[in-house]
């Protein structure tokens, strides 16, 4: 039976004929018209908006003058006046026509006058801001219509462009040209608060799962224990819990239950601590990641107090810390895991403000190696991350998306874990703002 907590959001229900006739009889075709030459085209532009406005300006002031002047007295002296105000009005009109005239057109070094491209101004429509509220235990339901998949990273070019708005000038590691493994597809969602893409990789003979996301508030990345409360003995697959939190995108967490090490926070309370050689890393309520090292704490307190200090919403206690302000960091021995063998990895990376990747690296197929931490390490910052932190490996590193398990986990099948973190979409069924 799939895990279902008490407080889950309980399911809803969303809810030419051809007409033949008869070809015409073909008229003889017209003989195809000219192409006009860049000459021509120039020309037309001058006389459309110079030669045009300054004849019509010309004639009119050019009448008025004469109903003003015929029958009045002194017609000679009057005329001259007039025919100065009138030439200098002439002057200034033709030079700002020809000014503007003059500002869109350029000369090349051939001295060959180049016409300005057309632009296509683009009207980005207005996007409500949206949170999750912090007493929600479960997310809003993502919205069917805005995943997708393509079988190429070029067909992923306008989904690119749709999510533009939500990057906000934030450069994106999955690139339209890159190569990908070739047994796989890319999965996507975007909607008006979260734009994730998820794909595989090949490295080192290993396949790399990548999921990048961007999401609008902090709200949107969370962390879920199993039965949504701290020390729960059970424990669900990763896709058991995505679905019952309504994640878009999910990972395995640190399995907490299983080993007594590190920092353990969660709703911005320390739990318990054993810090002597552990690395820690935290969730501050603002998205970003924070780490402590061993022995820098040491009591439930010290870690009460580091989590004051920085506004911890959660920790995650695994490590050891892959990547520190885009500095890549090296370890010759860690107190947790096998860092010097071949295991299946996972990571959490942040690579800007709310843009994160979450990643694994599993045997699959052919491709049967698996990376040492140092090997993963180096694969993992080529992604241009300014933090990253080992998650747990081996059987627990999946990554779920849409429900579905993305990568292959060891041995084919997920294991039985405590929690989980995932991004969720902040826009709630209907559309209205819930923050």
């Known amino acids: 039976m799939g895990y279902k907590p008490k407080y889950a959001a309980s399911s809803r229900k969303r809810e030419p004929d051809i007409i033949r006739t008869k070809p015409e009889q073909e008229k003889p075709a017209k003989p195809p018209k000219k192409e006009q030459s860049r000459a021509g085209r120039i020309f037309q532009i001058i006389l459309t908006v110079v030669l045009v406005p300054v004849c019509t300006f010309a004639s ?45 057109l350029t000369v090349n070094s051939l001295g060959t006058v180049e016409l300005p491209e057309p632009t296509e101004e683009e009207t980005e429509p207005v ?118 939190v309504n994640a878009v995108v999910a990972s395995a967490g640190d399995f907490y239950r299983f080993r007594n090490f590190g920092a353990v926070v969660y709703q911005g309370q320390a739990r318990r601590v054993e810090g002597t050689y552990a690395e820690t890393c935290y969730i501050d309520y603002n998205g970003d990641m924070h780490f402590t090292r061993g022995g820098e704490v040491l009591t439930v307190q010290d870690v009460q107090d580091f989590v004051d200090e920085h506004d ?76 990253a932190y080992c998650l747990d490996g081996g059987q627990t590193a999946t990554i779920v998306m849409n429900n579905d398990l993305v990568n292959r986990p060891v041995y084919g099948q997920q294991r039985k874990i405590s929690d989980i973190i995932y991004f969720a979409t902040a826009v709630p069924e209907g559309g209205t703002d819930n923050g």
């Open 60 to 104: 009119v002031k050019l009448l008025g003058w004469m109903l003003e002047t015929v029958g009045q007295p002194k017609a000679a002296v009057v005329a001259k006046t007039k025919d100065k105000t009138i030439l200098d009005d002439f002057d200034a009109y033709v030079e700002q026509k020809l000014s503007q005239v003059d500002s869109g």
């Open 312 to 387: 911890i919403n959660f920790s995650l206690a695994f490590g050891p810390i892959l990547v520190d302000n885009y500095e890549l960091q090296e370890h010759t021995w860690y107190g947790v895991g096998e860092i010097t063998e071949g295991y299946a990895r996972a990571a959490l990376c942040q690579m800007d403000t709310l843009h994160y990747i979450v990643a694994t690296a599993n045997t699959t197929g052919v491709h049967q190696s698996i990376p040492t931490v140092a090997q993963f390490a180096k694969n993992i910052a080529a992604t241009g991350c300014r933090m």
């Open 127 to 244: 996007h409500e801001h949206y949170t999750i509220p912090d007493d929600v235990l479960v997310a809003p339901k993502p919205d069917q219509s805005c995943y997708g998949t393509v079988d190429s990273p070029a067909e992923m070019e306008p989904i690119l462009k749709q999510a533009k708005w939500i990057l906000d000038g934030q450069q994106t590691y999955f690139q339209t040209d890159q190569e990908i493994y070739e047994d796989s597809c890319i999965r996507y969602y975007l909607d008006d608060s979260i734009f994730a893409v998820t794909w595989q990789e090949v490295h080192d003979d290993s396949v790399y799962t990548f999921s990048e996301i961007k999401v609008e508030d902090a709200s949107q990345f969370r962390r879920h224990l199993a039965d949504g409360q701290y020390g729960s003995d059970t424990q669900y697959l990763t896709t058991e819990m995505a679905e019952t």
